[in-house]
Every structure is written in structure tokens, then in C-alpha cells.
């Protein structure tokens, strides 16, 4: 049961992330017909235009036409979404007829079905592809404890039966890593996994990614990458001339020179070198041997930065890790370009100190002053209209 709640939360986050998309759509499928028309009537009577004019709004039109077919697949992936959480609706009915009388239906059948729904989910996640961040909801709080500063994630690579989360408590010198079987463990604070690592952190900055945790050494600019299943670390490598020890961290401090994080494309390092005069260097890794495959110097200056996160290949800035902060800065390393932005989010409780995107819930974990707090985000996509789900 607690599987298609899963799923059934996901819909409403798909729901939530497409809505200003579609609105985009359903505006602009308007402003063609409209346009469309106008340009008939013109095309009927030339007589009434200049001609320049008349060619002005016909390249106008011309330039809107390569948007028919993505206007037509917003409108499948929108029915799509309806039929899904009418699915879900019909098997949570079912569920709970076993729970009020075991033995009446076929388990396997059902968990069967489970699974094929929730697939069928997530490849229309998937499809929906990048996209360029516009909105953050609204926080919702998943759970209070430990102290005022940590960091919690599940893994990025994980499939989407995969429902584990792990918990790192404080900001220095920890070495303990609890792992949660579920979201559900997690919030009632049991059936944990407790895991000793072989050199202490510093900073929040921690990724899991395919198995495997990636972590800043303390004390040192060398990333670790510890795997899990044999509790030992496969690598580490020195991020040349990177800051550590607090000498560029994020505005809030607690050693965090080197933030490591995951969009859809891999790993990422954030972090500062003398040679870039303090601004954030953004560089992918090569998630096997940690080796740097290419760095970007965004110019923006780190201790001014509260957090940062990235998607799609983009990483946005917030100004500030207090109340009022707001994704202020977002550089593009397909262009290597940057823009200013105001995209603002609620802060909650006030002192963010680890502010990570998950591209496989494609949500932001955010650990809030004590609080482990989730926000949806709202991306403007290019859509995948090649292939059927």
C-alpha cells in the first residue's frame, strides 16, 4: 500500500511540475490559432497591409509552426497523467479490500501491477526530459531531528523500486551514516543501517550516486567515493588547488568548500581555487576515478552563494542561506553562460545548510535548521516526442 502512495505522490509532483508548462502551452496553442487566422484573412485580402508587413507576420507564423508538435505531445503526456492517477485510484480500492479481507485477491498479481504502474510512471517522468528551472513549491517538512546543520538524500541512480535514504547528522568530523530502508522508516526513525566510515567529513556537501557515497575528506580537498555494499572506499582523488578548511565556503559556513552533487548527465564538484579569485568553479567527474573531465569558472564569488544546485547541466545559485533567499544566479556549462535570476522559494526555518536536486524524483532536498524538508520544482521542458511509452 504504502508503494502506490509512493506513486501516487509522485503523480501529484508530475502534476505540479507540468502545470505552468501546460498553462505556457495552452497559451501559446491560443496565440497561434489567433495569429493563424489573422494571416488568413491578410493572405485573402493583401490589399489592406504593406507588404512588408505582411511578410513580417508571416515569418512571425513560420517561426511558431515547429511548436504543433510539441503543443500535441504536452497534450498526450496531460491525458497520459489522467489515465495514470485514475489507475492508481482503482488499485488503492483493491488494496484496501485485501486489508479488510486477506486472501480474497491475488498478491502477486497486484504487486505485479504495482510495478508495471509505477514503470510506466517513471518513463513519463523521463520523458518529459531537461528543462530549464522556473518555480519552486512550497516546503514540505518530512521530518525534525538531529542538529542544525546535516544532510539526507537517496541515491540518484537508484531504479524506482529502490526506496533506501541515508542520514549524515553535523558538518565536521562525522563519520557515522545511518541508512533508512524507506521514506516511512525514516520518518518514524526506525529500522536503520549504521555505517562507520574510514575518514571523517567535512561540510554537507555528499552525494549518493549508484551505490556508492561521495564525500569531501576533512581536513583535505580529497573527494572520496565509499561504497556501501562493501563498506569500504573504491577511490579518492585530490581536487587540485581546490579551497577546504573554510576557506570558501557557502555564506553559512561549516566547511563547505566542496559541494558534490548529481543532475541527469553525473557527477558534479562545486567549489573555489586561489586562481579563480574566490568564484565558483563547477567541474564534472568522472564518477568512477573522480578525475575532473571539465571545469567552468562561473565568476560568481562562493562566500556569496547560500547554496547551490544543479540541473539538467545548469547550476542555479541562491543569494543567501537565511530567510528571504532566492535562486539569484544560474550558469548554463552547455553555453558557458550565466544570467541573473529571481526565482524565489520559501525558507522555512530560516538556515539552510545543504540544498541538493535529485534528478530521479526530481525534487530538492534541503536539510532546513534541524528540519528534513523536500520542494517540487516547476521546469519549462523540451519534450522527447520520439518513441511511446
Known amino acids: 500500500m504504502f508503494q502506490v502512495q509512493n506513486i501516487s505522490q509522485s503523480i501529484e509532483v508530475l502534476d505540479l511540475r507540468t502545470y505552468r508548462d501546460l498553462q505556457y502551452v495552452r497559451n501559446t496553442e491560443s496565440l497561434m490559432k489567433v495569429l493563424n487566422a489573422r494571416l488568413k484573412v491578410v493572405s485573402e485580402s493583401q490589399t489592406n497591409l504593406l507588404n512588408r508587413n505582411f511578410q513580417e507576420l508571416k515569418e512571425k507564423m513560420n517561426e511558431l509552426l515547429p511548436l504543433i508538435p510539441v503543443l500535441d505531445q504536452y497534450k498526450s503526456d496531460a491525458r497520459l497523467i489522467l489515465k495514470l492517477k485514475e489507475e492508481v485510484r482503482n488499485l488503492s480500492v483493491v488494496l484496501l479490500g485485501i486489508q479488510e479481507e486477506m486472501g480474497a485477491y491475488d498478491y502477486e498479481e497486484l504487486q505485479h501491477r504495482v510495478m508495471l504502474l509505477e514503470q510506466r510512471l517513471h518513463a513519463c517522468m523521463q520523458k518529459l526530459g531537461c528543462g530549464k528551472l522556473t518555480g519552486i513549491s512550497n516546503p514540505f517538512t518530512v521530518r525534525a531531528s538531529g542538529s542544525r546543520f546535516g544532510a539526507w538524500m537517496t541515491d540518484t541512480l537508484a531504479s524506482s523500486t529502490e526506496n533506501r535514504l541515508w542520514y549524515m547528522d553535523g558538518y565536521l568530523n562525522g563519520r557515522t551514516v545511518r541508512e533508512f530502508r524507506s521514506f516511512n522508516d525514516f520518518v518514524k526513525g526506525e529500522k536503520f543501517v549504521i555505517y562507520r566510515l574510514p575518514h571523517p567529513w567535512a561540510g554537507t556537501g555528499h552525494v549518493v550516486f549508484n551505490g556508492s557515497l ?23 582523488r585530490s581536487l587540485d588547488g581546490a579551497g577546504y578548511n ?10 563547505s568548500d566542496i559541494d558534490l552533487m548529481v543532475d541527469e548527465s553525473g557527477l558534479w564538484a562545486v567549489y573555489t581555487t586561489n586562481q579563480n579569485a574566490g568564484n565558483i568553479v563547477i567541474s564534472r567527474l568522472d564518477s568512477q576515478t573522480l578525475e575532473i573531465l571539465q571545469s567552468w569558472d562561473t565568476g560568481y564569488p562562493k562566500r556569496s552563494a547560500g547554496e547551490s544546485f544543479v540541473i539538467c547541466g545548469t547550476l542555479y545559485v541562491t543569494n543567501s542561506h537565511l530567510a528571504g533567499a532566492k535562486i539569484y544566479f544560474a550558469y548554463y556549462t552547455n553555453t558557458s553562460s550565466y544570467e541573473y535570476t529571481d526565482i524565489p522559494f520559501h525558507n522555512q526555518y530560516s538556515h539552510i545548510s545543504m540544498l541538493d536536486y535529485n534528478p530521479r524524483d526530481r525534487v530538492l532536498y534541503t536539510w532546513n535548521n534541524g528540519h528534513q524538508v523536500l520542494y517540487n520544482v516547476t521546469l519549462f521542458h523540451v519534450v522527447k516526442t520520439s518513441g511511446e511509452l
Open 246 to 255: 573554510n576557506t570558501y565556503p557557502y555564506s553559512w559556513g561549516g566547511f
Open 214 to 236: 561521495y564525500y569531501n575528506k576533512y581536513q583535505s580537498n580529497i573527494v572520496i567515493r565509499y561504497h556501501f555494499r562493501s563498506r569500504s572506499i573504491l577511490v579518492q
